[in-house]
């Protein structure tokens, strides 16, 4: 006899990702993005070695609204990814395990690393102002 409603697994139908989870989740995939976003210097980097017009080509991909979004995104992918490592390295000395510190310190890490994000960008809008 086949069903055709099979059950899913109860902790399926229930469970809620956590603070903890979706923060670790997020860790991997911010290093995944600093990996492909690290293209992207080589390419400036390859593009100012070759020439101005090759330079200039490149400039004008960075400064399109997917270039600067992909910036920011890459941006906080380093923050994020910098904070999240430092808590690791409390985690290895063995501390931060009691279960309000976890969240306390997924919940800074995710507010420091937005904060340090809209500073860094604050900061290079307010220079690029000074410069003619």
Same mark, same amino acid.
């Given at each position: 006899?086949?069903?055709?409603?099979?059950?899913?697994?109860?902790?399926?139908?229930?469970?809620?990702?956590?603070?903890?989870?979706?923060?670790?989740?997020?860790?991997?995939?911010?290093?995944?993005?600093?990996?492909?976003?690290?293209?992207?210097?080589?390419?400036?980097?390859?593009?100012?070695? $070759?020439?101005? /017009?090759?330079?200039?080509? !490149?400039? =004008?991909?960075?400064?399109?609204?997917? #270039?600067?979004?992909?910036? @920011?995104?890459?941006?906080?992918?380093?923050?994020?990814?910098?904070?999240?490592?430092?808590?690791?390295?409390?985690?290895?000395?063995?501390?931060?395990?009691?279960?309000?510190? $976890?969240?306390? /310190?997924?919940?800074?890490? !995710?507010? =420091?690393?937005?904060?340090?994000?809209? #500073?860094?960008?604050?900061? @290079?809008?307010?220079?690029?102002?000074?410069?003619?």
């Amino acid at each position: 006899m086949t069903h055709s409603h099979r059950p899913t697994s109860p902790a399926l139908q229930i469970y809620r990702p956590q603070l903890t989870s979706v923060l670790s989740i997020t860790h991997r995939l911010t290093g995944v993005a600093l990996s492909v976003g690290s293209l992207m210097i080589v390419a400036w980097l390859v593009a100012g070695a $070759i020439g101005p /017009s090759a330079y200039d080509g !490149v400039l =004008v991909f960075v400064r399109s609204w997917f #270039g600067l979004v992909l910036l @920011a995104g890459w941006t906080f992918a380093i923050f994020f990814h910098l904070c999240n490592g430092i808590r690791h390295l409390f985690w290895d000395t063995g501390r931060g395990f009691a279960l309000r510190t $976890i969240y306390a /310190s997924g919940w800074a890490v !995710v507010a =420091v690393s937005t904060a340090l994000t809209i #500073g860094c960008w604050a900061a @290079a809008i307010f220079l690029a102002w000074g410069v003619e």
